[in-house]
Structure formats: structure tokens, C-alpha cells
């Protein structure tokens, strides 16, 4: 088994599918890499030699931002954003969805679970 930035990558997947795990490596990132260190994107991850795995893993540690640090990063992003007050920030201070979405109905990720409203009784 792989582990990369800290993560298992799953064995039975292609290795270009298996570095999306890594939070902060999307697609075109992950062929970046292998394309960069050699590795063929189409091999398993059970079947990686420990030298590629070791050419991975140096290429995200020195080129790319990854896992806590990414995290961190997006964090502190919207942490700027409510101090200075934007309209982003006021969104993200009141939990409402921040990049346009109607809110009449649908964003119930964001909003939570609908109140009930109590029953009208009818004479």
C-alpha cells in the first residue's frame, strides 16, 4: 500500500485516479506529477515499485501545497474575508451559500433543516 502526504491510496485503483485522494491534487495536478516523475498513469497502486512512490512523493512534497497546509490555506482565505467585511465574508458569517445560489428554496446544506411551523386549527 502507498502512502503519500500522509494518505493510504487505494490499491486496486490507477495511480492517476488514486493521487486525487490527496487533498489539493485534482485531476490535471496528478497527471502533472506522474508526467514529471515518469510513472505511467495507467498502473495500479498495488503494483508501484517503492522507488516510484518515493519520486511521487518528493515532487508533491517540493512543488505542491497539500492536505493541512492546503486546508490551512483555505481556512484562513475565508477567515480574511469575514474581517474585512465583503459580501463573500457576510455569507460565510451567516452560513448562507456564498457564490450566488437562490435561497428560497434548495440550499439546505448550508441553511440546515427547515423549522417546522405550527398548525393552523380550523373551526
Do not use: C, F, W
Request: no cysteine; hydrophobic share 30%; charged share 30%.
Amino acid at each position: 500500500m502507498a502512502r503519500i502526504a500522509g494518505i493510504d491510496l487505494p490499491k486496486n485503483k490507477t495511480i492517476e485516479y488514486a493521487l486525487q485522494y490527496i487533498y489539493g491534487i485534482g485531476h490535471t495536478s496528478s497527471l502533472q506529477i506522474l508526467d514529471s516523475t515518469g510513472v505511467d498513469p495507467n498502473t495500479r497502486v498495488h503494483k508501484i515499485s517503492e522507488e516510484d512512490v518515493l519520486k511521487i512523493r518528493n515532487e508533491i512534497g517540493d512543488n505542491y501545497i497539500v492536505e493541512g497546509q492546503s486546508r490551512g490555506l483555505v481556512t484562513k482565505n475565508i477567515k480574511r474575508l469575514m474581517d474585512i467585511g465583503s459580501y463573500r465574508g457576510l455569507r460565510h458569517r451567516k452560513r448562507l451559500p456564498v457564490n450566488g445560489q437562490r435561497t428560497k428554496t434548495n440550499a439546505r446544506t448550508r441553511k440546515g433543516k427547515k423549522p417546522s411551523v405550527g398548525g393552523k386549527k380550523s373551526k
